[in-house]
């Protein structure tokens, strides 16, 4: 198994541009987590899907992200527009039934 | 609110020693606690866990400790070694619709001084 993938794994952008990740959760797993980590914050929760559907998004800072999963197999996670302040690295989780849970390498993320 | 506190935020040993990383957490009803690594650079790796049923659970020089009624766990590392300086999170599990949620500690840095 390739484990959880994440694309892109370095985005370079300049403030007010679009931003979008990507993530392709284990094959079987039925629950997805995007997470944020600074060295000011730590390892933030910022929102999680089970079974595709988004239960908890409390950690989304700001109406400029949004995450979407539209199928088992795949889900975003959007900054418009970018801040600087959005400069991180935004790790995608996943698990199944058991509470193992796998992440993706990360994608570095710095807002110009 | 949910919370998990982690102590200490750096910790330096000398390779050899023992190390001891401590947390606690809010929610009474957690019933599930794993400690990842996280290598510089690199993703958190799971690397021990404990449920609310078990006191203690050991894996060759690491091992866990759970204490419900204090509310607190703790990781111990024993005959440290180069290899495992890093950060350690602890997280404790939170109940959401239909799965669990994990709420992280905001991480120990470990040292191992050859």
């Known amino acids: 198994d390739a484990g959880v993938i994440q694309s892109p794994r370095h985005e370079v952008t300049e403030m007010g541009q679009e931003v979008t990740l990507r993530c392709k959760p284990i094959s079987g797993h039925n629950s997805l987590f995007w997470y944020r980590q600074t060295m000011m914050r730590g390892l933030e929760l910022l929102i999680y899907f089970n079974n595709n559907v988004p239960i908890d998004d409390s950690g989304m800072p700001e109406d400029r992200f949004s995450a979407k999963m539209p199928n088992a197999s795949f889900s975003t996670l959007k900054i418009q527009p970018s801040e600087p302040r959005d400069s991180a690295v935004y790790f995608c989780?996943?698990?199944?039934?058991?509470?193992?849970?796998?992440f993706g390498p990360g994608t570095r993320l710095l807002v110009l | 609110g949910e919370n998990v506190e982690q102590h200490p935020s750096t910790l330096s040993v000398q390779e050899g020693d023992s190390a001891v990383i401590k947390c606690t957490y809010s929610?009474?009803?957690?019933?599930?606690f794993p400690w990842y690594k996280q290598e510089l650079g690199k993703r958190p790796q799971l690397i021990i866990d404990i449920r609310s049923n078990v006191g203690e659970k050991k894996d060759q020089r690491i091992a866990v400790t759970l204490n419900k009624t204090a509310k607190h766990f703790s990781l111990h590392i024993t005959e440290t070694q180069p290899e495992d300086s890093a950060v350690y999170f602890c997280?404790?599990?939170?109940?959401?619709?239909?799965?669990?949620?994990?709420?992280f500690g905001t991480g120990t840095r470990l040292k191992v001084l050859a």
């Open positions: 989780a996943s698990r199944d039934r058991v509470e193992t849970q796998y």
């Open positions: 929610d009474s009803a957690s019933n599930y």
């Open positions: 997280a404790a599990s939170i109940r959401g619709s239909g799965t669990y949620k994990y709420i």
